[in-house]
């Protein structure tokens, strides 16, 4: 079946129609992400090891003092002859995270490849994101990325992290904006619209998007 050739009239029928479904399949998204955020959390209890060039780091550390983290599990492998580009593309996708860490939100990579390795890879994608190297760790495994890709989230509260979310697949690829990342998050966008826990942080929704070099 193909799509028809039509008056504007009659395309401007066709498009209401579908603008109804697509609207509705916003409010649905909408909804999910607010079931999302009143997910059960587990404490992290293992003192996992992140190295990067200066040194190795506790879990803590890649929060970079805010409350929540998003960490993307990248296939990167010891000496990668092949290194994924569907990792790669959705790195390359990821955007300036200013945006996030306006919504007390960090952002990381980790692989299972060595330091070395990680820092020439990103040397050629000329990307700046935090990546770690936990080849000698079992936070993938433990986080349900054992041998493939994934992302999880994590919150920091009351002197504890908590993991909070896990996703891959195709629900990677849904991914790679600041909102649709946000979504993911305990906290959310942060918005007054959202339906969301009581005591999350909120604001009114467009005022604090700011230029990338305009956060304070």
Same mark, same amino acid.
């Given at each position: ?46 003192d996992y090891r992140f190295v990067d060039g200066e040194g190795s780091h506790g879990l803590e550390a890649l929060f970079e003092g805010r ?52 820092? !020439? ?15 000698n760790s079992t936070f993938n495994a433990d986080h349900g990325v054992e041998g493939g890709f994934g992302l999880n989230v994590f919150l ?17 690829? !849904? ?42």
């Amino acid at each position: 079946m193909e799509p028809q050739t039509v008056s504007r009239e009659e395309w401007l029928k066709a498009r209401e129609a579908l603008l109804a479904k697509e609207k509705a399949h916003t409010r649905a998204g909408d909804a999910l992400a607010a079931e999302r955020r009143l997910l059960p959390r587990v404490r992290v209890e293992k003192d996992y090891r992140f190295v990067d060039g200066e040194g190795s780091h506790g879990l803590e550390a890649l929060f970079e003092g805010r409350r929540q983290l998003i960490v993307y599990h990248h296939m990167l492998k010891p000496a990668d002859p092949a290194p994924c580009s569907g990792c790669s593309m959705f790195v390359d996708n990821l955007g300036d995270p200013a945006h996030l860490n306006a919504r007390d939100t960090s952002l990381a990579l980790v692989s299972r490849a060595p330091v070395e390795d990680i820092e !020439a890879f990103r040397k050629r994608m000329g990307w700046t994101l935090p990546w770690y190297s936990v080849m000698n760790s079992t936070f993938n495994a433990d986080h349900g990325v054992e041998g493939g890709f994934g992302l999880n989230v994590f919150l920091r509260e009351g002197g504890s992290i908590y993991h909070t979310y896990h996703t891959s697949g195709r629900g990677v690829e !849904a991914l790679g904006t600041s909102w649709t990342l946000l979504d993911l998050t305990p906290y959310g966008r942060q918005e007054t619209w959202e339906a969301s826990p009581e005591g999350t942080p909120q604001s009114a929704p467009y005022r604090w998007w700011r230029l990338h070099d305009e956060y304070a």
